[in-house]
């Protein structure tokens, strides 16, 4: 977790496992954005979820037309 060191400790209520903390970490870095800045690692957390629910939701349709 060396990499997690640099950030602040609200990044820790944001998210419930290491694995979610590094992805976090990795959008932040990717995207350029300061680990500080609060307001936009929220919503690139809040864009993450709702990216992954709409996978879900996706693939969750594939598997019923598979079966059908």
Same mark, same amino acid.
């Given at each position: 977790?060396?990499? $997690?060191?640099?950030?602040?400790?609200?990044? $820790?209520?944001?998210? &419930?496992? #290491?694995?979610? #903390?590094?992805?976090?970490?990795?959008?932040?870095?990717?995207?350029?954005?300061? &680990?500080?800045? +609060?307001?936009?690692?929220?919503?690139?957390?809040?864009?993450?979820?709702?990216? &992954?629910?709409?996978?879900?939701?996706?693939? +969750?349709?594939?598997?019923?037309?598979?079966?059908?």
């Amino acid at each position: 977790m060396s990499r $997690m060191g640099a950030v602040p400790s609200w990044w $820790m209520t944001l998210t &419930k496992t #290491q694995a979610d #903390q590094l992805d976090l970490l990795d959008a932040v870095e990717r995207a350029g954005v300061a &680990k500080n800045d +609060r307001t936009a690692v929220e919503r690139i957390w809040q864009a993450r979820r709702i990216a &992954k629910a709409r996978l879900r939701v996706v693939q +969750r349709m594939i598997e019923r037309d598979d079966g059908a």
